[in-house]
C-alpha cells in the first residue's frame, strides 16, 4: 500500500502492524525442517523465512509510513480486554496459496486450528466494536515458510504442535524483513472458553 505525499508522488508503506500468534521455542525448529524438507523435495529456489518471523497472523491493521501512535494506543487498550483460556494448535498439512508472482508455500490444519479461528473470531469482534477495521478475507490459520514462484499441492507432514499462551502485536518492518513485538497479552485459564 503506498501512500501520497505532499507533493502527489505515491511513497511506498514503510511499517505494518498486526496482532499473531507465535510459535513457542520448542516448536521453530521443527517447523524450520519441515520448510527444509518441502524447500528440497520439491525443488524450490524461494528462501527459507527466518525461525524468528514464523508466526500466525490474526488481524492486520494495514500498513503506513511511520506507526501511528493514536492506532497503537486504541489497538493496545481493545486487546488488552481480550480474555480467552490457553489452547494447543497443531499444524499437520502444508500446501501453496494462490495469488501473486510468489506464493507462500505455509503449513496449515484440520482440527488442530480449530480454536485459532475461535480466537481469531473473539478478536474480529473486540477490534470491530473498537471500531479499528475487519478483516479484508477469510481467516485460513497458517505458518508461511516461504514464498516461490512454483506452489505445491497440500500433502501431509508430520504433525506440528504447541500451547498457545498468548498473542502479540507486531510492528513490521516492511522491505526489511524484520518484526518488532510491540505488546503481548497473555491467555488466561479464567478467559471465556472457545469452542
Not at 507465535?22 to 524450520?32: F, N, Q, S, V
Not at 514464523?54 to 486504541?74: A, D, I, K, T, W
Not at 482440527?111 to 470491530?128: N, S, T
Not at 513485538?181 to 497473555?186: G, N, Y
Request: proline share 7%; aromatic share 8%.
Amino acid at each position: 500500500m503506498s501512500q501520497l505525499s505532499l507533493f502527489g508522488a505515491e511513497t511506498p508503506a514503510t511499517d505494518g502492524l498486526f496482532l499473531a500468534v507465535l510459535p513457542e521455542a520448542h516448536a521453530r525448529p521443527r517447523i524450520e525442517g519441515t520448510a527444509q524438507q518441502l524447500h528440497n523435495r520439491h525443488g524450490l529456489k524461494g528462501k527459507l523465512l527466518a525461525p524468528d518471523r514464523y508466526h500466525v497472523s490474526l488481524f492486520s491493521f494495514g500498513e503506513h509510513n511511520g506507526l501511528p501512535p493514536r492506532l497503537v494506543s486504541e489497538v493496545m487498550k481493545a486487546a488488552a480486554a481480550i480474555e480467552v483460556p490457553p489452547f494447543d494448535v497443531a499444524f499437520d498439512r502444508a500446501t501453496s496459496f494462490y495469488g501473486g508472482k510468489q506464493r507462500p508455500l505455509v503449513l496449515c490444519g484440520g482440527d488442530g486450528v480449530a480454536k485459532l479461528i475461535a480466537l481469531q473470531r473473539v478478536i474480529d469482534v473486540a477490534m470491530q466494536r473498537a471500531r479499528l477495521g475487519r478483516p479484508k478475507q477469510q481467516f485460513v490459520p497458517h505458518v508461511t515458510l516461504l514464498y516461490d514462484e512454483s506452489g505445491i499441492d497440500e500433502q501431509p507432514i508430520e504433525r506440528i504442535g504447541w500451547t498457545v499462551t498468548e498473542f502479540v502485536l507486531i510492528h513490521s518492518l516492511l522491505g526489511r524483513s524484520q518484526y518488532i513485538p510491540l505488546a503481548r497479552w497473555p491467555l488466561r485459564a479464567d478467559g471465556v472458553r472457545l469452542h
